[in-house]
């Protein structure tokens, strides 16, 4: 057991080292989420209370970033916003995640043959269909307006948009599984549809999605970023990256660049750090893909083998 | 031959798909909290004035009966008013979807001359210092939330440098725009030889035009890269290397394999951004037909969210429709 | 170390391709590498076709690739050269290298259908070749292509350039292939498993097509198949590799009559009809495969003979009988 956890830890040096991007990703990753658990610790200020007498400060040693219009100090802030932008972008993630993967299943493991559910498999197909020709910002805006605006409905939003992905790769997986021989021996074998899609389907067409979770976690950060600088998403004073760049907006123009630009780079970064961890899961998950990796890890190794080896090489005849 | 029957089948299910967009953007916009009455006449406004409003607007049917006389009104080309302008929704959307589409034109133009010359030079030499940069702008560039881009790049282009003119809508207050004939700005001072206007114009495009023009450069770099990637591994590939075929040519073929991808991507940039570009438009006070959506949204107006809804739906459906020609010519396996 | 001559030249003849101690590695995940291919000689006479059979997984595709150094990835050339007319083309720059895949060597590969271009004709693709190697211009490239579909006996020619190649069968692309492979009149070919997954007849007019081709021109070619019966009745000589060694070396009859190597004897034994035969050698493949780093035969873990001393250490390709190469310490008798 221990060996074999040592030779992992081996691995994952190893793969650091030729891919420094895929470390500096799931640094990024945790590091934001440890900000969002540890904020209060971190964070000199209060998040959400504004000192008046301290408008617009530019960074210095008391405020790393510098404060707000109102007083309110960036640093604090861009520390706390995590807690809202990662929670809204993971639940949403996850709930299209696992509705649009289930749906899609379900469509794809029915969408041949006869019979009703096959029609009702159809009809969720086109309405995907419609739901995607929409503009997805507007959309999401309108979605927001009308369940009324708060952090719960920023999530269902999220979801809602989202699902569709999820669904077709899943659709489209599943189309191509069920063909397999293993789908057949499972039917034969008197196992009913749900058993054999769930136990034995599902499993075999999850990799996709998983790589596109975490992309989505990133895509999903931007959204509601973008809904709340419309003013649809989180509301002010709640620290959140999005509405913190909506209320430095008015200062960026007349020069005061700070309480707009440190949370929109924080945004960016975290952002970067889930689309690096979501591109080392598809390297991982792809064979192809992973052969290059492998390539380059050897072609490393034997670099630093060559740099070892050539005093003792010199002494040869 | 073969070209016409593959467009009439597509035409058959645009149809009732515009149907279902606007069905459920009409529900969507209607089940937002918010009397449209009561917003339009004010907080003074008296209940009988209020009732009576409501009453030719049409809000006291049941959402049925209302749904039914918009579709009446749709097909003679009534979109309906903007209770905000005050005016037809079609002449608004006729004026600011110019202006969202001359926008949207020219960041993606720019995006795809990134994209794809960054994406073609990683190609043909995979351990080259562009490749290193392409790579980690395809990383990048779809990380950076766009109104910030843009906000960043006001600031150093506006704030700091001077070299633009201030962030506010297409043209400066003081030229006097061309009279509109295309609606595109650019197109109209060029046939109207009105030079002042253009340079005007287009040091207004500069900023947001770069804005989507990098961040949209990301994810066509990226599929030109993966694509490229995918196909140079690809069996064919291989064989074109056996067969002594120099590695340009083997690109090159690559490439007009990899065309029909690249092509999506942007097909559906293009559909995304007249809607996705809003943002862009807000700080750039555009004043295009997204930003006029997005207020529409905001404040329970119903017809301009309508009537931009099922304005960018057609855009979309034509973009691929257009696409699906492109398809046709370059790959022989379709329609046969 | 290696044998002092390469195995089995017959006399009198040059080589047309000599491959001397090639060794390639792959890496593996946890930092050891995997030899594909083992130390391996082999030399190839001018207007001979020398078969080379083995399982799936023994390194023949592996081993085509690497002649012309294109090792596929992440695999690398750990040792050994390749003498193609005076030049080792291991240690040839890329670009002379380029020039002479296609036109001076070039490979029939399988599935013919993936690896032509979709997106051109067969025609084009044909000419493309031939105006990359041989410097033609478009209208005399034409014709050079549409005489090489011709000799490979494509029926109404004219009509088949303009085809693509999602419209044609698997005989006829593998056809096509063939032509392409043939155009330049390459002084040496490999053919990769080039005849699997046709039917029976159409494998054996392809079959014949190529060996008539190959001799006309006095080409060498090396033969990789996995069915024994057509390498018996297509080629002169013909090795058995196994997990990257050749194991047995012999031409085409001697191989098949009396076989030497207890590998072969069971290979042959699993395509014989002759219950004896096959009972006394078929039996489940369970021994763990070996990846080359114990010190004695590769074969040892699966042979019924094996002694301690096989375990113990490698034995090395030695000359049986005249022209008779095996790879074992206790070779088999003479039949």
């Known amino acids: 057991m221990v060996p074999q956890f040592s030779a992992l830890l081996r691995s994952v040096g190893h793969v650091a080292r030729v891919r420094p991007r895929f470390a500096i990703g799931y640094g990024i990753v945790v590091a934001t989420l440890l900000a969002a658990l540890l904020a209060p610790l971190v964070a000199p200020y209060s998040p959400i209370e504004a000192n008046p007498a301290q408008f617009l400060q530019s960074p210095d040693w008391h405020h790393l970033f510098g404060t707000d219009a109102v007083g309110m100090d960036v640093f604090s802030r861009t520390v706390y916003a995590p807690r809202i932008d990662l929670t809204i972008a993971i639940a949403g993630t996850l709930i299209s995640a696992v509705v649009g993967s289930v749906i899609g299943a379900l469509v794809g493991y029915y969408s041949s043959g006869r019979g009703v559910r096959v029609w009702l498999a159809y009809g969720v197909m086109r309405a995907a269909d419609v739901l995607q020709a929409f503009p997805v910002f507007v959309f999401a805006i309108a979605l927001v307006a009308s369940l009324g605006q708060s952090i719960q409905t920023v999530v269902l939003a999220i979801a809602f948009v989202n699902a569709p992905i999820y669904l077709r790769l899943m659709r489209s997986q599943v189309i191509s599984i069920r063909e397999m021989r293993y789908v057949e021996a499972s039917l034969v074998a008197g196992l009913s549809d749900m058993r054999t899609i769930f136990r034995h389907i599902v499993p075999n067409a999850i990799g996709p999605v998983l790589a596109q979770l975490s992309v989505n976690v990133g895509w999903a950060i931007l959204l509601t970023a973008g809904l709340s600088f419309v003013g649809a998403g989180v509301r002010a004073p709640a620290p959140e990256w999005g509405s913190m760049i909506a209320m430095g907006f008015q200062n960026v123009v007349t020069g005061q660049w700070w309480p707009s630009v440190f949370p929109g780079l924080a945004l960016a970064v975290s952002v970067f750090g889930f689309s690096l961890v979501g591109l080392s899961i598809e390297v991982f998950a792809d064979p192809v893909k992973r052969r290059g990796l492998l390539r380059d890890m050897e072609t490393a190794r034997k670099a630093n083998g060559a740099r070892a080896t050539r005093t003792v090489a010199g002494v040869g005849p | 031959m073969n070209l016409l029957l593959f467009i009439g089948r597509r035409l058959l299910f645009i149809a009732p798909q515009l149907l279902g967009i606007v069905l459920v953007s009409f529900m969507l916009v209607k089940s937002i909290p918010g009397d449209p009455a009561v917003l339009m006449l004010g907080p003074t406004a008296t209940p009988e004035a209020i009732a009576s409003l409501r009453n030719s607007l049409g809000l006291d049917y049941s959402l049925p009966v209302q749904f039914w006389i918009y579709l009446q009104h749709l097909a003679l080309g009534d979109l309906g008013t903007s209770w905000q ?114 340079r005007s114009a287009l040091g207004h495009l500069l900023l947001p035009v770069m804005t989507l023009g990098l961040i949209n450069a990301g994810p066509i770099l990226k599929m030109t890269q993966s694509t490229m990637e995918k196909i140079l591994q690809s069996d064919f590939s291989h064989y074109q290397v056996l067969c002594g075929i120099p590695h340009r040519m083997v690109v090159r073929h690559a490439l007009h394999n990899a065309l029909p991808s690249v092509v999506t991507i942007i097909s559906v940039l293009y559909g995304y951004l007249i809607g996705g570009a809003v943002l862009v438009e807000i700080v750039f006070s555009w004043g295009g037909a997204g930003q006029y959506a997005v207020q529409g949204v905001l404040n329970s107006d119903l017809y301009p969210v309508l009537g931009f809804v099922l304005f960018s739906a057609i855009f979309s459906l034509f973009v691929y429709l257009f696409v699906d020609i492109i398809y046709f010519t370059i790959d022989p396996r379709i329609g046969h | 170390m290696h044998a002092p001559v390469a195995p089995g030249l017959l006399p009198g003849r040059a080589a047309a391709l000599k491959i001397t101690g090639l060794r390639v590695e792959f890496p593996t995940i946890t930092g050891q590498s995997k030899v594909v291919v083992r130390d391996l000689d082999l030399a190839i006479g001018a207007g001979e076709i020398v078969g080379l059979v083995g399982e799936s997984g023994a390194g023949k595709t592996t081993l085509t690739r690497s002649i012309l150094n294109l090792t596929p990835t992440p695999g690398r050339i750990a040792a050994g050269s390749v003498c193609f007319g005076g030049l080792d083309l291991l240690r040839l720059p ?184 096959r009972r006394g050698w078929s039996g489940p493949d369970t021994a763990p495969r070996q990846d080359g780093t114990q010190p004695g035969c590769v074969y040892a873990g699966r042979c019924p003979r094996a002694q301690p001393l096989c375990v113990g250490s490698k034995p090395v390709l030695g000359e049986v009988t005249p022209g008779h190469w095996a790879r074992c310490y206790f070779p088999l008798e003479t039949a």
């Open chain 2, 85 to 198: 302008t005050t005016r037809p929704v079609l002449e608004d959307l006729l004026q600011r979807f110019p202006a969202t589409l001359e926008l949207v034109t020219l960041g993606l133009l720019t995006a795809v001359v990134i994209g794809i010359s960054l994406g073609l030079a990683s190609a043909f030499n995979r351990h080259g210092v562009l490749a290193r940069i392409a790579d980690f702008y395809g990383l990048g560039a779809g990380s950076l939330p766009d109104f910030w881009l843009a906000l960043v790049l006001i600031f150093v282009f506006y704030t700091l440098l001077q070299w633009v003119p201030a962030p506010l809508g297409r043209i400066d207050i003081a030229v006097i725009p061309p009279n509109p004939i295309t609606g595109f700005l650019t197109v109209d001072c060029l046939l109207t030889g009105n030079w002042e206007a253009l």
């Open chain 3, 94 to 277: 890329e670009r002379d290298l380029q020039r002479m895949r296609g036109r001076d060597l070039s490979v029939v590969v399988p599935n013919p259908r993936g690896e032509l271009n979709p997106l051109l004709t067969v025609g084009k693709q044909i000419v493309n070749i031939a105006r990359v190697h041989l410097n033609l211009d478009g209208k005399a490239a034409q014709v050079v292509a549409l005489d090489m579909l011709r000799a490979v006996q494509i029926p109404d020619p004219e009509r088949r350039m303009k085809a693509y190649p999602h419209e044609l069968s698997g005989g006829m692309a593998q056809r096509v292939v063939i032509a392409i492979a043939l155009v330049c009149s390459p002084r040496f070919i490999i053919s990769d498993d080039a005849t699997s997954g046709l039917d029976v007849t159409v494998q054996a007019q392809i079959l014949a097509l190529l060996r008539q081709l190959v001799r006309e021109r006095d080409s060498a070619m090396l033969f990789i198949t996995r069915d024994v019966g057509i390498a018996a009745h297509f080629c002169d000589r013909v090795a058995v590799i196994y997990q990257g060694e050749i194991m047995e070396l012999a031409p085409c009859e001697a191989l098949f009559l009396s076989p030497r190597h207890p590998y072969t004897a069971m290979l042959l034994a699993a395509f014989s009809h002759n219950p004896r035969l």
